[in-house]
């Protein structure tokens, strides 16, 4: 007897899909399911590596929008009206004579390197009317250039007025933001910037790039330029108010937390730190917030002393509860904008502070740097007394060993980082616990959407990411979605981050590939999973490819390794099934995953770019996403978010841990794809096993999942 | 009816080994084989990687070796009397007016960074009576320390005398030698070298290092303190004939080489290039010498200049046709002391030399540098003015974007490395030929052994290494070993490096597994082979151990990667099987190989250390050879060579080549020390497919593989 997936409870629909031991009853069920990577982690490895820069559009040199509007004979867009004005009134500020700067750049961040940012900090968008995630524009008094990567080509051509060229970044011959300025400007130009947009590193690396041609680098720490142009019609900031992240999911208390914290500058002779990533001012305090979309973060800084810690945040965002929670674990508060005094003060006092200056602003790190040298002045000590100082004399430092001192400042990694990306049992409970409830969301949802494509009921992928949010939305502890989902049929899904927006987007039918990439933040955990499915007939080509992937996905989720490997190590597990056949996929395997926080985060990864060596640890969750991507025809991805853990194994060899993983994603893998000849006997259990697993998981009463 | 090895051609002998497909009616041919990695390349990997570092002997902490053998009560070696007296000479010569030294440095190499090298250059065994290949000797005017890795403490503890103390380096509180100099020498003592025996970037690191205490390094160029001492008794310097290495093995002639090399110097705005290494020179000039064990080189150092070249070189070792052979390629003959002089004149005369410091030694990069000044001078040049002429100004240098240029020397690595490590198609012939002559050496090696320890012959390790050198010996185009047998039985074949004594080897059996590493020098080819096998009933530990470590060597085999890739990318691949287990292996997975030249060569390798960025390139030779060993107990290692191809697939994503390999060495694996459940069938193919193409090449009559 035929049973009929819509009328399937989730976990009924979820155990269909299981494997060769499913029941033969269920035919219609063969199907299954998709999901997911984008952004910066492993976005910038499409265009990035030099492997992927040998891809095949590198002969395309760069051209202004307008020109190649024309070549093409476009008529598809036409320019807002008012464009021009807005750089009108840019470069009329540039002559002011507290500014008078000769360009300007605008970069997409915000003061935090936030990967979603809120809506009155996108004024790189507002600036150009590009709408896409990742660009900088470079506004000088005759030329206005915008970058952005070969994602967003098409999209930048419709969007960007005549008035702007648009820079193919990583394309042949088309030269960085730093190469252009170093040629259009005039030897001794003043380069201006808003300090709080570029992390201190990039600031330092820009000033001693562009001093090649003797310009120099002007922080505007004011006030933004573009916001001064933007006026009134600017977006209010984000008021969200923050919460407290129960301790039945944080595991730990603020307490213990900055108690680690405090034993980190202690060791590191530092008497101050400065967090300014809201997932780490988040994760310390044990406290949640909505300022912007997808990441459960408010805006604000943190510094933490010896004997105090204080929160700088608008304080109309904390409510009594909050208040209460902070307070009993010994954290002020002071408003946002306070940081500035606050850090300078610091300096003047002679403290020594712990700043990441890969995160931190450069507007923090040039206050910080000028108290110093006020600090060190009113000491009378000349600038080489304070250098010598700082690094060799310093009896504390030097004891330790510390690296990277300079004057009173330490520039390494922030101490919350490491610590955030090791999860606790109740953060990891809650994990698994918000998989499961994803999971049965899921398995409606796949159901659903099967039985719509058999009827012929016309969905367009826009339509399908609203109804997975509807079905996500039904569990408990739902907050919103992790990230834009990525809803693509046929051709799109081959376009890594593809977003499809209502007035564009294609029908999803049953003639080829669909991937769907998609997650979710509960209360308790957040979610990344990819499926990639055919709800008709799929190509032996779809297969042999999809089945490559499968195999790379396989291959890394059942690795053993030894303690202290890092990332990178693993990756050509999951490619070299792909490479066997010469394919390839032009991003990364895994990116690090927040509890009940940002859905990207490090510092671990596991990418073929082989610069970063934090080795994975146990209680580190990372994504396994190898996909496959062929241009205007196809893409697959199917990923999973794994824990690391400890295996018991009959030996240690050199007396060290051995690690693996373990799966938090349950949701089927499509059998119908799998080109069953090409799996060896292990990977035909690997897939059997792991349905059984997806039934028995799926086969729980989701509402019995706690939150 | 059964076979009996000893009776067999040596096709069929090997063809015995073969896998399922196997003649039922040979049992007892049910056997097989093994072989090698060890020194420079691989064997540093064992001490100076932090996973190797958790090794269980961490806390031994440094005690002198007759402290040591006062607690063993060991009475097994004698110090040899007189070994005061060299201690005593040397240090009577700290005090000579020409000297005037606190401390001198005795390293292990010669004057070209060679890892072979003749006894006249053996100073340090000399010095210390300690004749292992790896050590430095420290002598101050109260001190003399000793400093060897973990392979040697059991030797060092035996054949140093009282007077020193032995340093076991990578244990847990045993200091550097830098960090011991600084330790026992009062602020601003002079140490002294010998700077023909230390790279630049060597010296320059110790004079950076040891300056942190004020001492200064000397260089004491004009004798070696050693050798004073030596007087009479030290042997000769290598007198051998050099020849010429036929261009129908060097595929290349000398002319196209040097224009090669001047193509580079054009490229990187230099006059004159120094290339100091052996086999770079025996390379390039399409010659060959027997000046040192197991490496077909000698002693010289080559300078190419634009229009000249010149070959530093003892011109008794120069036949008539060599000397022809040189006229023809316009390369002039200076003696091998002459380098110095030229060197400097060259760079007073404002030459702008290439010089890899990592292998030039020292003595030439000061002349180099005294030379440098004394031009500049000449000029009236401030320094100042030199250095910024020579990074700047220098429209050449600065037009190409070269790197690395100081006053007008270029450090970087050798033109000639790289393009050395690319076999062209002679030399990938000559190395395909060797190997099945040295395959049919082994087939008829194997079966000799196993019938006489099948017969009850007692055969100790250097016995066997002895037999088998004859069994080679008969192989037209036999030269030498490429390296010293690595014969161990039991439990010294889990010493990674073990080298077997006739007065202290064991006896070859069949209660435990035999490891045999070994290779060849041939007219036409370079081999190196390991393989394992066990005469008697291996245990079914040693079977899945066995098992683990055939699966990487499968799984690197049969790996296929997209070019540009490094070697450590694939390195993973050869361990995950035993990974799985808890088992790993502290050495290396693969070094390049020279055609016809050193066993061991870059700049490519296959290691778990992820420094090495070389990537792997078509025409490539490197060493295929995981390992386990249980310490006292037994070892294993499989080792073929392969060759670095490119593959035709179906597929080329990114529109770059993908690369895989081909194998060169056809000698069986032995069947009966495999665990044929853990194989999966695609492995099993791969054994048996290897075998048949073992069967096939090794019944070829090697009379007729031509050298």
Not at 29 to 48: F, G, I, N
Not at 199 to 216: M, R, T, W
Not at 322 to 350: M, N, T
Not at 507 to 515: K, Q, T
Request: glycine share 6%.
């Amino acid at each position: 007897m035929a049973i009929e997936a819509a009328r399937l409870s989730p976990s009924l629909a979820a155990a269909a899909f299981l494997g060769r031991r499913s029941p033969p009853t269920a035919p219609l069920l063969r199907r299954l399911c998709l999901l997911l990577p984008r952004r910066s982690l492993l976005a910038s490895a499409s265009t990035s590596s030099s492997r992927a820069s040998s891809g095949g559009d590198d002969r395309v040199v760069a051209l202004s929008s307008s020109e190649l509007r024309k070549r093409r004979g476009s008529t598809s867009s036409t320019p807002t009206p008012g464009e021009d004005d807005k750089l009108r009134s840019l470069r009329r500020l540039f002559a002011r004579p507290d500014i008078a700067i000769d360009a300007y750049i605008v970069p997409s961040q915000d003061a935090h390197q936030s990967e979603f940012i809120a809506e009155c900090f996108m004024r790189r968008a507002y600036l150009t009317g590009f709408t896409g995630s990742a660009g900088t524009a470079v506004v000088t008094k005759n030329n206005a250039a915008f970058w952005t990567d070969g994602r967003y080509f098409l999209q930048a051509e419709k969007e960007l007025s005549h008035d702007w060229t648009l820079m193919r970044s990583g394309n042949h011959g088309v030269p960085t933001t730093i190469e252009w300025l170093n040629d259009v400007l005039p030897s001794g130009s003043r380069v201006g910037i808003d300090p709080f947009l570029f992390s201190s590193d990039a600031a330092e690396e820009l000033k001693a790039a562009i001093s090649d041609k003797n310009h120099e680098l002007i922080l505007i720490r004011d006030f933004n330029l573009v916001d001064e142009i933007w006026g009134e019609s600017r977006p209010a900031p984000p008021n969200e108010p923050t919460r407290v992240h129960a301790i039945k999911y944080a595991g730990v208390d603020v307490a213990s937390k900055l108690s680690f914290v405090r034993s980190q500058l202690d060791e590191n002779g530092c008497d101050t730190v400065v967090i300014s990533m809201l997932d780490e001012v988040a994760w310390l305090l044990n406290m949640r917030g909505s300022d912007v979309p997808h990441s459960p973060v408010f805006y604000s800084y943190l510094t933490v002393e010896m004997s105090t810690a204080t929160l700088f945040v608008d304080s109309n965002k904390v409510s009594e509860e909050v208040l209460e929670h902070l307070k009993k674990a010994g954290v002020k508060l002071k408003s946002y904008e306070a940081i500035l005094f606050d850090v300078e003060r610091l300096a003047e006092k002679g403290a020594k502070l712990w700043l990441d200056s890969s995160s931190v602003n450069a507007a923090i790190v040039s206050v910080f740097r000028s108290g110093c040298d006020r600090y060190m002045r009113k000491r009378g000590k000349t600038e080489r007394q304070i250098g010598k100082e700082a690094s060799s004399d310093d009896p504390t430092t030097k004891k330790r060993g510390v690296q990277n001192m300079e004057l009173n400042g330490l520039y390494k990694a922030s101490p919350v980082t490491l610590a955030k990306s090791v999860k606790n049992e109740s953060e990891i409970r809650g994990m698994k616990n918000s998989h499961l409830r994803d999971a049965a969301a899921l398995a409606e949802f796949w159901c659903w959407i099967e039985e719509e494509v058999r009827n012929n009921v016309a969905l367009t992928e826009v339509q399908v990411a609203e109804n997975l949010l509807e079905f996500r939305r039904k569990q408990d502890g739902f907050i919103e979605t992790s990230f834009d989902t990525i809803s693509g049929y046929g051709a799109n899904g081959a376009i890594i981050h593809y977003r499809p927006t209502p007035d564009s987007c294609s029908s999803v039918g049953s003639d080829n590939l669909f991937l769907l990439d998609s997650g979710a933040q509960y209360v308790d955990g957040t979610t990344d999973i990819t499926r990639t499915v055919h709800f008709g007939e799929p190509s032996p080509r779809q297969k042999e490819c999809f089945t490559r992937v499968l195999q790379g996905h396989i291959a890394l989720d059942q690795a053993v390794f030894p303690e202290r490997t890092p990332g990178f190590v693993l990756d050509v597990l999951a490619r070299s099934s792909l490479w066997k056949i010469g394919l390839d996929y032009r991003h990364g395997t895994g990116h690090g995953v927040g509890a009940a926080l940002n859905v990207h985060e490090g510092p671990q990864s596991i990418s073929y770019r082989y610069g970063n060596l934090t080795a994975l640890q146990k209680g580190m969750i990372v994504s396994n996403e190898p996909g496959y991507y062929e241009d205007n025809s196809f893409g697959i991805r199917i990923e999973n978010l794994l824990l690391v853990k400890e295996v018991n194994l009959a030996n240690s060899f050199g007396g060290i841990s051995y690690l693996g993983f373990e799966k938090l994603t349950f949701v089927p893998i499509q059998r119908k794809l799998i080109d069953l000849p090409l799996l060896s006997p292990s990977e035909i259990n690997w897939v059997n096993e792991y349905h059984e697993q997806v039934w028995e998981k799926a086969s729980l009463d989701t509402k019995h999942v706690a939150t």
